[in-house]
């Protein structure tokens, strides 16, 4: 890593993106921090950045010699965008790329899982993280915390299915070291917290942090998707639903130990996040 090197991080206002962006400032990196508005964030040079406007894509690439993808939220098919920017920065001189996907999508599969199976051949330097289940799912204005805020409950088609649910702050610490360390982990990398919980542990958490009584409610398959498909395309709202369907088959039931790996420190625990977080 060269004194000037510089970081793009694309979703640099998003859940694991400003984590990213404060982690690699407190280390003293160059970053870019890129969003649709240009957000200014203390000590990064903001930039604008759409997915859909490869127009913005030239300047926020100008100087960058590695970046930290997040996908456009809610595509289905986000290699029609995010390809033709990857062959744009690679020869732009971006050498190293870090790619946020999910645990449930592997190489190949349907999503962001075609730009992790394209992301070697592009970069000689590369990661993929493959995230479990955020903990930040529950707080804030996403669908299980309106759900808990407004009717003391939570909704999924995940049975008593057990996920290792994931504190984006744990995350983050893991993209800063794909992105800084001197060898890049070229590899795909399963982030998990310390243990497995069914949303009916999650709930029992939340209530006992909260003193509000919190439930969770089993919905079918065709109830989440149809649930989900009123606010999201259909399609999307399809492999949300089904991945739901994949955690009650049991498919998220296991832990790993990259964080401890890379980071040096244990990932933190539901209980904690939910200490800090959940109001």
Do not use: C
Not at 68 to 83: E, F, N, Q, R, T
Not at 152 to 164: E, K, Q
Not at 242 to 254: F, L, Q, V
């Amino acid at each position: 890593m060269t004194a000037t090197s510089t970081t793009l991080v694309i979703g640099a206002t998003g859940t694991t993106g400003r984590r990213v962006v404060a982690g690699l400032i407190a280390e003293r990196r160059r970053v870019k921090a890129a969003g649709r508005s240009a957000t200014p964030v203390e000590g990064a040079q903001a930039v604008r950045f759409d997915w859909n406007e490869p127009a913005t894509f030239g300047e926020a690439l100008d100087g960058v010699d590695r970046v930290y993808l997040i996908p456009p939220i809610g595509s289905s098919d986000p290699a029609a965008v995010m390809l033709p920017f990857l062959r744009q920065a690679r020869a732009a001189g971006v050498r190293r790329a870090v790619l946020l996907s999910s645990s449930a999508i592997p190489a190949g599969g349907p999503a962001v899982g075609q730009i992790h199976q394209a992301l070697p051949g592009l970069f000689e330097q590369w990661a993929v993280l493959r995230p479990s289940w955020f903990m930040q799912n529950f707080t804030g204005s996403t669908p299980h915390a309106r759900s808990i805020r407004e009717h003391g409950a939570i909704l999924t088609a995940s049975g008593d299915g057990r996920v290792g649910f994931i504190d984006a702050e744990d995350i983050a610490a893991v993209a800063v070291h794909a992105l800084t360390d001197e060898q890049a982990p070229n590899t795909d990398l399963i982030l998990t917290g310390p243990q497995t919980l069914s949303y009916g542990d999650v709930a029992a958490i939340i209530t006992e942090v909260t003193g509000r009584p919190v439930v969770h409610r089993h919905l079918t398959f065709e109830q989440l998707r149809d649930r989900w498909a009123a606010e999201i395309p259909l399609e999307f709202a399809t492999m949300l639903a089904g991945m739901d369907r994949a955690i009650a088959e049991g498919a998220e039931d296991r832990t790993s130990d990259t964080v401890q790996r890379l980071t040096g420190r244990p990932p933190g625990t539901f209980r904690a996040f939910a200490e800090r977080e959940v109001s």
